[in-house]
């Protein structure tokens, strides 16, 4: 019998690219003290990735220890994140729920973002360059936590990371939005302070609303299907305010970070369709035409020809994710 040189060639180097990817997760959680006492410093939209990355080498190796390894992983974050950081005046949980209860209910209050500078303070002047080093809430890393912590339900089929994401989902969508629900100018905040009680970036991410009406489906979706539906809050209503946001919206972009994120949108907003959602494919057919937009725009602008040193190595990350998505 003969060897199909084609096949085992791509054996191999499926092989190669999942070592590699051992490695880099092992690296990082030991260079990030993931399950150390006490918790390392967290940064909320590494450690999303870190938990899809832990669940996909459990899934692709049968080795268990990634799957813990990512439990480990949320339940530092939770730590960390879900409460106000050691130079702050504040102490305890985001949510002010004394011990018990917040560890119950850990992202009921939401979760810092991670940066190295703590949140400027309301009688500080306004600082562009500054404020990307402060800390704070953002709505696009919060979709991004809870889309990890419902791969965890799903890969687990435990509902309560399920129920986690929904009421992490029902805070945001509380504290993000502003304006009446179903009036012109409805929109939401970009950046929100530590406890969410103000809006320290007041403009709209372009992307925000998607990001909600895309992730709160698919928690919806999860809920049904491990029967937790009945628990916790439901999410028809922001479900219907991030329609209406993103119907009035110009998706295309020329940023690729943007451009990835459309990208892998479609494949879940495709996948979506075979659980019921997004049937008529309008939706999809918007974010699909944004993204080839968006990558034309990218393609004219030739910063892939751009030195190194003057180029953002996680945007064109998050645009090879997208094309990896779109290809599924």
């Not at 560890?103 to 703590?118: D, E, F, M, S, Y």
């Not at 993103?246 to 075979?274: I, N, R, W, Y």
Request: aromatic share 6%.
């Amino acid at each position: 019998m003969g060897v199909d040189v084609d096949v085992l060639t791509a054996s191999n180097a499926a092989d190669d690219a999942i070592a590699d990817a051992r490695s880099l997760m092992l690296g990082f959680a030991e260079r990030t003290g993931v399950g150390a006492p006490h918790g390392a410093r967290r940064y909320l939209w590494t450690d999303a990735f870190a938990v899809c990355n832990c669940l996909g080498l459990a899934r692709a190796t049968g080795d268990e220890g990634f799957a813990a390894l990512a439990v480990r992983l949320i339940d530092d974050v939770h730590a960390v994140l879900g409460r106000h950081r050691g130079d702050d005046g504040r102490h305890g949980w985001l949510s002010g729920l004394p011990d018990e209860a917040a560890r119950a209910h850990p992202t009921v209050g939401g979760l810092r973002i991670g940066k190295l500078l703590g949140e400027r303070a309301s009688d500080e002047p306004w600082d562009e360059r500054l404020e990307w080093e402060r800390d704070g809430q953002y709505f696009h890393y919060l979709t991004r936590w809870m889309h990890a912590l419902d791969q965890a339900a799903r890969a687990m089929g435990e509902p309560r990371f399920n129920l986690w994401a929904r009421e992490l989902a029902a805070t945001a969508h509380r504290a993000f939005t502003t304006g009446s629900i179903g009036r012109p100018g409805r929109r939401m905040f970009w950046k929100m302070g530590v406890d969410l009680s103000r809006a320290l970036v007041p403009s709209m991410g372009q992307h925000d609303a998607l990001d909600g009406l895309v992730t709160y489906t698919q928690l919806g979706a999860t809920a049904r299907a491990l029967g937790a539906a009945g628990e916790g809050p439901r999410l028809d209503e922001a479900l219907s305010d991030f329609g209406s946001i993103v119907a009035g919206q110009d998706l295309a972009t020329p940023d690729p970070l943007g451009t990835g994120g459309l990208l892998t949108d479609a494949s879940v907003v495709a996948a979506l369709a075979h659980h019921g959602a997004f049937t008529d494919g309008a939706l999809l057919e918007r974010i699909v035409a944004a993204a080839l937009e968006g990558l034309r725009e990218f393609a004219r602008a030739g910063e892939l020809q751009a030195p190194a040193e003057r180029r953002l190595a996680f945007r064109e990350l998050g645009l090879a994710i997208g094309r990896a998505a779109a290809r599924r």
